[in-house]
Nanobody, 120 residues
Framework: QVQLVESGGGLVQPGGSLRLSCAGA????????MGWFRQAPGKERESVAT????????DYAVSVKDRFTVSRDNTKNTVYLQMNSLKPEDTAVYYCAAGWGWGKVNYDSWGQGTQVTVSS
């Protein structure tokens, strides 16, 4: 497994930006598919963005496409989620996860989450 710690959440006004970071510990981090998920109160957890082990492939939920960008720096064992043009409906706890494969990713490691609140 990989130990994951998210940071960068906070309160931001609609239209603003935030960058989330997910720092990983473990020898396999650089070989893992990484995903960002979010869960809002009363809603199911949903996938937001996915990035392949080398950053060569990415995938996004329709609701965030063209607003969010996922990237990674394997030299720093860190994955990022740049969130622009934030909307109130983006409010949620955001989690990163490490998994194997692509398409149907088997996630086996999760961070503790970081709160993002979009409000005026």
């Amino acid at each position: 497994q990989v130990q994951l710690v998210e940071s960068g959440g906070g309160l931001v006004q609609p239209g603003g930006s935030l960058r989330l970071s997910c720092a990983g510990a473990g020898r396999t981090f650089g070989t893992r598919t990484m995903g960002w998920f979010r869960q809002a109160p009363g809603k199911e957890r949903e996938s937001v963005a996915t990035i392949s082990w080398n950053g060569g492939s990415t995938d996004y939920a329709v609701s965030v496409k063209d607003r969010f960008t996922v990237s990674r720096d394997n030299t720093k064992n860190t994955v990022y989620l740049q969130m622009n043009s934030l909307k109130p409906e983006d409010t949620a706890v955001y989690y990163c996860a490490a998994g194997w494969g692509w398409g149907k990713v088997n996630y086996d490691s999760w961070g503790q989450g970081t709160q993002v609140t979009v409000s005026s």
